[in-house]
């Protein structure tokens, strides 16, 4: 079974920075897409950034030039950069990873809190 785990999440300034990390393991399938999505307190889930197999990105409006979504070193891991952060910024983070013939998996997610 695949698990899906994000780590990174954390406490820090306005104008800071932090690093989330996504890891899939249990597949022998590379992902075709690793997308971040996050939900702030008492507000909907909302899509973040997303990367696919072959390196295309795709970035939410509030955040393209800030966040930076790109492969790491392992299959199925995808790191977000985020840099310049805002209170807006405040949420759960969550990654899901789609793999064909296998679906669409998710972590429990992380916790951002940018504090003003």
């Known amino acids: 079974q695949v698990q899906v785990k994000e780590s990174g999440g954390g406490l820090v300034q306005a104008g800071g920075s932090l690093t989330l990390v996504c890891a899939a393991s249990?597949?022998?399938?590379?992902?075709?897409?690793i997308t971040w999505y996050r939900r702030p307190s008492g507000k909907e889930r909302e899509f973040v950034a997303s990367?696919?197999?072959?390196?295309?990105?795709n970035y939410a409006a509030s955040v393209e030039g800030r966040f930076t979504i790109s492969r790491g070193n392992a299959r199925n891991t995808v790191r977000l950069q985020m840099n310049v952060l805002e209170p807006d910024d405040t949420a759960v983070y969550y990654c899901?990873?789609?793999?064909?013939?296998?679906?669409?998996?998710w972590g429990q997610g992380t916790q951002v809190t940018v504090s003003s």
């Open positions: 990367i696919t197999r072959t390196g295309d990105t």
């Open positions: 249990g597949t022998d399938y590379s992902a075709t897409s």
């Open positions: 899901t990873v789609q793999i064909v013939g296998s679906g669409q998996w």
